[in-house]
């Protein structure tokens, strides 16, 4: 903010030089009134945040749907037949709408049709509902976190990042914000960024991780089916791989580095059109007698499980902890 103050000529002989100083304190008085509605600004906009405390029934296993703009939203299963909602809005946000409808129920953060410049229209929220609930987040400035969940589950942000655990299936969907990601449980998983990193850990029958340029970095104790690709992101997997199962991994020019936990009994076949091949455990990568690139194809073991792994033109890591 800029401020402006006038030159005041000293008084001509003979007057008064009280406008004068009537003046300068009027101009001192307006300049403490203005820096002290500054400094408490900070304290009105939090003052201004209102909370948020709803409740209704819901189906032990029905359908919840969030949505939501901006802010952090968390949320948390418990072993009520109930959805609660509690929590702050910012004063730019409207209202927050807690709908309920046979087996469905949605929790809205309602901004006004033409915003206000200024202000917040975040919503920082903590949303109970039954565990085994079938659980749809959709955000878009806002970060989502979830726990306690027994239900499948399927989340999607825009630039918010994402923290959830997965025991039952689901997807995690995010353009810009990193993702962590925890599954265990019987069902597949996929997971899908843009340019946000993913972390993945846990143990899980199917997983497909896929991103354009954010670095993915996958540990899991056991798994049956892994497919991993990429465009520019790095690729960093760490796994054991069961009896008959599958792992695919794909880039255009991310690295690929592959460790297991002991190798596993399958069929490798190992492809860098132009990259180098590094291989701790079997025969040594062939390279190309017409330029450059590497290929590697072997089997361990009975070769019942299957490995794939293919660049255009990144370097593969391939090695066991064995």
């Keep these: ?55 209704k029934p819901a189906d032990p296993e029905g359908q919840v749907e969030i949505i939501d703009i901006s802010g952090q939203i968390e949320i948390v299963g418990w072993d009520r037949p109930q959805i609660a909602v509690s929590g702050t809005i910012g004063d730019r946000v ?12 949605t929790v ?15 919503a920082n929220l903590v949303v109970h509902v039954p565990q085994k609930s079938s659980v749809r987040g959709s955000l878009v400035s806002a970060a989502l ?4 969940l027994l239900g499948e589950q399927r989340l999607r942000t825009v630039s918010g990042a994402i923290k959830a655990h997965l025991l039952h299936g689901g997807s995690v969907n995010s353009v810009s914000g990193d993702v962590h990601v925890s599954v265990g449980g019987t069902e597949g998983v996929e997971i899908e960024t843009i340019s946000g990193d993913a972390h993945v850990d846990g143990a899980t029958v199917g997983l497909r991780v896929q991103s354009v340029s954010g670095d993915l970095t996958i540990q899991l104790g056991s798994f049956a089916a892994v497919r991993v690709k990429t465009i520019s992101g790095e690729v960093h997997f760490g796994g054991s791989m069961g009896a008959g199962g599958r792992f695919e991994a794909e ?17 490798f076949d190992i492809e860098s059109h132009t990259g180098e091949i590094a291989n701790c455990f079997g025969p040594a990568p062939q390279t190309s007698q017409f330029g450059p690139g590497s290929h590697l194809v072997f089997r361990t073991g009975d070769g019942t499980g299957r490995v794939r792994v293919s660049t255009l033109s990144a370097e593969i890591r391939l090695c066991d902890h064995s």
């Design 108 to 122: 809205r953060v309602v901004l006004p049709s033409l915003s206000l410049s200024g202000g917040s229209g975040a």
């Design 94 to 105: 409207e209202r927050v709408d807690l709908n309920s409808d046979g087996d469905h129920a």
């Design 1 to 55: 903010m800029k401020y402006t103050f006038k030159y005041l000529p000293s008084a001509r002989p003979g007057t008064s030089a009280k406008p004068r100083t009537a003046a300068y304190g009027a101009a001192y008085a307006a300049l403490v009134v203005i820096l002290c509605a500054a400094s408490l600004a900070p304290g009105l906009a939090h003052a201004a945040d209102r909370s948020v405390d709803l409740h």
């Design 251 to 267: 880039s255009v020019s991310g690295e690929l580095e592959i460790r297991f936990a002991s190798a596993p009994a399958a069929d």
């Design 145 to 148: 976190e979830t726990r306690d």
